[in-house]
């Protein structure tokens, strides 16, 4: 039981810090971003190469990795999302795309076998009866951290108060002087930063494969629908409802329904619920 | 003599249709205008064209600079506060949140700014921590106005700032610009659909229909105009 409990807080911390950069982009920039996955597999193999391959220190590699996340973000916009804007379908098949690009780019680079990443943190905690590695502990504060910061930043500054006013109404925060494009711009960069922050810790809990950008591609979505657009707090709260969920089928039923929950749970909000459990009406 | 806003032959478009034809109009400092037309005659797309929302040909010069060429955002530092018809608030937020992010240009008037708008609306000193999608339409209408006015706008242009609102809270509203223009000199343009409420406000009207102006004049020379009598006070 107390296994379960931790077990679940870990992965949920670690899937609120998948999810919330995701949000992020669809509620202020209205924009499926179908790479996200992708950026954190790209991301790992970053961290990958330069904590691994050239030895540089772990902070170091996590830090180059969050950078070069920002800017992938970043240009993403600039080349793609912005010619198109207009064309909300047009920008889903090419992230998709993009996403499947970038896959091969990887298999080019390091290979198609799966790698396995040196804890970031290495040893373990004991906790009960339950083990925990140090690696994953420090993910899990991390996300807090970094949620918790993220919360402040959209609270109480200018900026991120511009962020949740263009995710309202664009053209309330254009004439109240707020330069959208410039908004978007600052979404994309964090946005990917903290996907490629995110992908460090997940390619850690699991392993560095070219095709591990599906599953926390699917668990962002899912996050984002059952969540409700445009909400921290309902993000960090579905994380744990699916992580938990998770954990739970693992441990009890058979590891490998992991994740048939979760679709399940997809498909009955889109029912029951369609603006997500925490989500606001559109107006 | 330049006046504080002068509007030069301003055609817009929506795509290919031409929405507003060749309006020229003049505003001096601290004079109220109002523009007055039915539902379509382009007021609203006048307005957004001040504010750069629109494709336009022709000139806006607000004293003596042109705004043509400047974005949104930049018009709004310029020194023009807009309140729109369908206010576009943000429904999620306080009201205080609302008005800060009007300040977003204005960042070091924002204690003074807080203070003059909750001063004409002392109704949003109570319901500061309010999100604005439960509130009513007069009180939208506070807040827009409010939020237009933390960006310490020289000249205010407003929307059909009584559409849709009680009779007291319209006399509000009157009430506040006018006193916006007699305490900060504040250049005003309103539009209307009323011109019982635009005469009891302003000193000039424009008369918008299909895009031109047809009539224009001041409120003295306008009360007894046939034409206006006809069209827009149904007697």
């Known amino acids: 039981m107390l296994e379960i409990i931790i077990q679940g807080v870990l992965l949920s911390g670690l899937y609120a810090l998948i999810a919330v950069g995701f949000t992020l982009i669809f509620s202020v920039g209205r924009v499926l971003n179908l790479a996200y996955g992708a950026y954190i597999m790209v991301a790992g193999y970053i961290y990958f190469y330069f904590s691994q391959l050239l030895g540089l220190p772990p902070i170091a590699g996590l830090l180059l990795a969050g950078i070069l996340g920002a800017c992938m973000g970043l240009l993403k916009y600039n080349l793609i999302v912005k010619p198109l804007k207009a064309d909300h379908i047009a920008v889903e ?22 790698k396995i990443l040196l804890p970031i943190i290495p040893g373990v905690i004991h906790i009960g009866n339950a083990t925990v590695t140090y690696n994953v502990l420090v993910a899990t504060i991390a996300s807090w951290l970094i949620l918790i910061g993220l919360y402040l930043f959209i609270k109480r500054t200018h900026v991120g108060r511009a ?11 254009s004439i ?11 979404t994309w960069g964090i946005s990917g930063f903290l996907g490629a922050i995110a992908g460090v810790f997940f390619a850690s809990y699991t392993q560095l494969s070219p095709t591990m950008w599906v599953a926390p591609l699917i668990i962002a979505i899912a996050i984002v629908i059952v969540g409700g657009i445009g909400s921290i707090i309902g993000t ?28 399940l749970l997809i498909i009955l ?13 559109e107006l | 003599m330049m006046d504080f806003l002068e509007i030069d032959k301003l055609s817009a478009f929506y795509g290919k249709a031409k929405a507003l034809h060749e309006v020229s109009l003049t505003v001096k400092q ?13 007021k609203s797309t006048f307005l957004d064209s001040i504010m750069g929302l629109t494709k336009t040909e022709g000139d806006i010069r607000l004293e003596g600079q042109s705004l043509i060429g400047r974005s949104t955002p930049q018009i709004v530092e310029s020194g023009v506060g807009y309140a729109p018809e369908r206010f576009n608030l943000f429904p999620y937020m306080s009201v205080y949140d609302n008005l800060l992010v009007g300040a977003f240009t204005a960042r070091t008037d924002i204690e003074k700014n807080i203070k003059v708008v909750e001063n004409l609306f002392p109704r949003l000193k109570e319901r500061r921590n309010q999100e604005t999608h439960t509130q009513s339409g007069g009180e939208r209408q506070m807040v827009s106005l409010g939020r237009a006015l933390m960006s310490s706008p020289r000249l205010l242009i407003v929307d059909e700032p009584t559409i849709g609102l009680a009779p007291k809270i319209c006399i509000e509203i009157a009430s506040v610009l006018k006193r ?32 031109s102006i047809k009539i224009q004049g001041s409120v003295e020379e306008l009360k007894n105009d046939p034409q206006l009598t006809e069209a827009y006070f149904g007697h």
């Open chain 1, 93 to 114: 098949i090419s992230t998709l795309i993009l996403a499947v690009v970038l896959q091969s780019a990887v298999i080019l680079c390091f290979g198609n076998s799966a």
């Open chain 1, 163 to 173: 962020m949740m006013a263009v995710s309202m109404d664009t053209k309330g925060a």
């Open chain 1, 176 to 186: 109240s002087g707020v330069d959208i494009d410039k908004i978007n711009m600052i």
């Open chain 1, 236 to 263: 960090l709260v579905v994380a744990h409802i699916i992580g938990f969920m998770e954990i739970i089928s693992v441990a009890l039923i058979s590891p490998q329904l992991r994740g048939v929950f979760t679709m």
């Open chain 1, 269 to 281: 909000v889109l029912v029951i619920r369609p603006k997500g459990l925490f989500g606001r009406e």
């Open chain 2, 30 to 42: 601290g004079e109220i205008i109002a523009i007055i037309g039915a539902n379509g005659a382009g």
């Open chain 2, 180 to 211: 916006l223009r007699d305490e900060f000199n504040t250049t005003i343009v309103i539009t209307e659909q009323n011109a019982n409420f635009a005469m009891t406000l302003a000193e000039r009207l424009y008369v918008l229909e299909s895009g």
